[in-house]
């Protein structure tokens, strides 16, 4: 868990990578993560723009943006759903907004369609 790692080295407190479990229908070959981000506030970790992350999944990151903290840590809690727990269905919550942004735009659309 480097990358999550990285992020949590700029806080005073430990991280955690909370894991909680639900068994619902036995006969269900499905397992489903509910993967999440908890930043505190963004830390920007411990690392600068160029260097290089290692990542659970063996692949590195170089960092050219020190605001990806959020990405970071979910590309560790991704791979550990995966791997570890086994999930063949995920859902990720986290709020990304610049990411958000370059994917969506930054056109406010809420006065627009509320008043229908």
Excluded: H
């Excluded at 290089?52 to 991704?78: C, F, P, Q, W, Y």
């Excluded at 610049?98 to 229908?116: E, H, P, T």
């Amino acid at each position: 868990m480097e990358a999550f790692l990285a992020v949590s080295k700029g806080s005073s407190q430990e991280p955690q990578l909370i894991v909680m479990n639900y068994e619902g229908d036995p006969k269900s070959n499905n397992k489903l993560a509910l993967v999440g981000k908890g930043l505190t506030f963004n830390s920007g970790g411990a690392y600068k723009p160029g260097d290089i992350i290692g990542s659970m999944s063996r692949k590195t990151i170089e960092v050219l943006n020190t605001d990806a903290e959020g990405r970071l840590t979910l590309a560790d809690a991704l791979w550990y759903a995966v791997k570890t727990l086994k999930a063949n269905r995920i859902v990720d919550v986290a709020t990304l907004t610049g990411a958000c942004i370059v994917a969506l735009g930054n056109i406010n659309i809420s006065k627009r369609f509320l008043d229908i």
